[in-house]
Every structure is written in C-alpha cells, then in structure tokens.
C-alpha cells in the first residue's frame, strides 16, 4: 500500500499537467485545422 501512495505522489502531479497541456492544446490544434483547410480554399479559388 505504501508503494502505492508513494508511485501516485511521484507520478500524480506530472500526469496531470500532462493532461492539462494535451487538453489546451487540442483546441489550438483545432483552430490550426480550421486555419489551413480556409487556406487551402483560398489558395484552390486563386487557381
């Protein structure tokens, strides 16, 4: 049980950040997409 609690001491704090990163960044990944498939558009009605 000790170890436990010692494995969740050490690795609780970096999986949750990790978790809040991933979870910011999947709305600017979004955002990205959007952005290039406007581009894409832009760039296909210049042809």
Do not use: C, W
Request: glycine letters at 4%.
């Amino acid at each position: 049980m000790e170890d436990f609690i010692n494995l969740l001491g050490n690795f609780g704090f970096p999986i949750a950040v990790t978790a809040y990163l991933l979870v910011r960044i999947e709305s600017r990944l979004t955002q990205l997409t959007e952005s290039i498939h406007e581009l894409t558009t832009a760039i296909k009605s210049m042809k």
